[in-house]
């Protein structure tokens, strides 16, 4: 097994946890027993297996936040500029330890990090509204498995 370790956003790493609690809670699914983490310093998201341990960088999360200038409130408000966009990006790192549990490392390795049975599992775990993001990252995979893009062009 792998030596673990990152430095810990506390308070990312609270709603992070909440959230997966809630994936568990909603949804069977999801793969069960995972450890989440939000590290201070990554640039990306990643997932262990057999250590059944996702993280989700805190840019995520400050992604999901934005401002913008009301000139009729003369004030600056907030808006979600990616709503959805931490439970897109947890659903991505949980379908990597989906595959895994259900089909190995081998299971992975068949059709790519990103192939078929990676879109199918995240098909089943991401809430529909937020799955277009994955047209960010991979996009060719994402028309390929034919993942929604309902809740696309549908925020600011
Ligand atoms: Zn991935």
Known sequence: ????????????QRELQVLYDL?????DAT?????????????A????????????PAFVFNDEKGRVWSP??????DVPKKPGYVEYYLAHELAHIYVFDYHGLRGDK?????GERFMSAFKSLCPIQWQHYEYEYKPDSARKSDVSVEGAGSHV
């Open 45 to 56: 998201g990643r997932a262990f297996w057999p250590e059944r341990v996702v993280t989700v």
């Open 23 to 27: 994936f568990v809670y909603a949804n």
């Open 31 to 43: 793969p069960k027993r995972v450890q989440v983490f939000c590290p201070k310093r990554d640039n």
């Open 1 to 12: 097994m792998r030596d673990l370790k990152w430095d810990i956003h506390e308070d990312y």
């Open 110 to 114: 068949i059709d790519g990090d990103h």
């Open 72 to 77: 009729r409130h003369s004030s600056w408000i």
